[in-house]
């Protein structure tokens, strides 16, 4: 299982990293996305620092498993509000799904992580 737990960690770890950098960096898309939601624009900035700062506790926990876990819980409540943000802006479900899957594997690892 723990080999299973480093490879989510690896790549949840990369997904998170690009994610976070397209906020900071404020592509096109992510800001046509978030004024869409009805963000302001300083929240765009902060869920890119949110999201990269669990890529790297992801990243971290592959030596402290602990630091997994918590950073999985940590962008598990970062993509059930950006669940909750698609469901309030009556998104389609093909929307939803990159969410959704990026939640089930950041709860995955922290499951590996707690009770493995």
């Known amino acids: ?35 869409r939601f009805g963000y302001p624009r300083w929240f765009l900035y902060a869920t890119g620092a949110v999201e990269i700062t669990g890529a790297i506790g992801m990243l971290a926990g592959i030596f402290v498993p602990l630091v997994g876990a918590m950073a999985g819980m940590w962008l598990a409540a970062v993509m059930l509000g950006a669940l909750f943000t698609h469901l309030r802006t009556k998104d389609s479900a093909s929307k939803m799904v990159p969410a959704l899957v990026l939640l089930v594997l950041v709860l995955a690892v922290s499951t590996i992580h707690f009770f493995g």
């Open 1 to 35: 299982m723990q080999i299973l737990a480093i490879i989510l960690q690896v790549l949840l770890g990369l997904a998170f990293l690009g994610a976070g950098g397209q906020k900071l960096a404020a592509s096109e898309e992510m800001v046509n996305d978030f004024e």
